[in-house]
């Protein structure tokens, strides 16, 4: 018997049929305690601290926010089940992207802004998720253009992440956004617009 032989079984000896098993605490709170209208506020707090610019709505003036927001030549990108009352005020260019006829990453790149909603979105983490969903579209719709305005409903925020991923589907596609895309180099030089939209404008709808 060689050496790495007498250690490994020496290992084999001490630990019998097995590890014991250890049982990990999950102590981490579940379900959040915060009312509906702290959540948003919560919210739009981190969004900020990210640098995205946040906006509030009614459902009523909602199409003329978005319409300030929005370029105002375009093109702008929407997946093809945006709502119809989105752009209700919006006279630029608008581009659809569908599955009979998705655009390239070179429309994209050109494409001045993109608008989705959103499948949830996190209070306490500020974040923002996406699962391909209704008025969300593919992913690369998110990721190429510079310039991503984002329509939240207030109904459709959580206090904590274990509550998000309650309201997901493990299958979907996820993309998570935690305000404008940016890193940092050895020296915490920030650099934004390196894996995604350089801006982030968010409207949280009443």
Known sequence: MNAREEVLARLRSALGDGPAEVAVPRA??????????RLAELLADRLVDYRAG??????DGLAETLSALLPA??????PP????????????QVLVDSDDA??????LDGAASVLTGCATAIAQTGTLVLDGGTAQGRRLLTLIPDHHVCVVPVTDIVDTV?????????TRPLTLISGPSAT??????????VHGPRRLDVVLVR
């Open 54 to 59: 946040v906006h509030w709505s009614s459902q």
């Open 102 to 107: 998705p655009l390239g990453t070179g429309t």
């Open 73 to 78: 030549e375009g093109p702008l990108v929407v």
């Open 28 to 37: 981490y709170r579940r379900t959040g305690t915060c009312d509906p209208d």
């Open 162 to 170: 274990p509550e998000g991923l309650q309201r997901l589907a493990p």
């Open 184 to 193: 940092s180099d050895i020296e915490l030089s920030r650099v934004e617009g």
């Open 81 to 92: 089940d945006v709502p119809d009352r989105w752009l209700a005020a919006y006279d630029g």
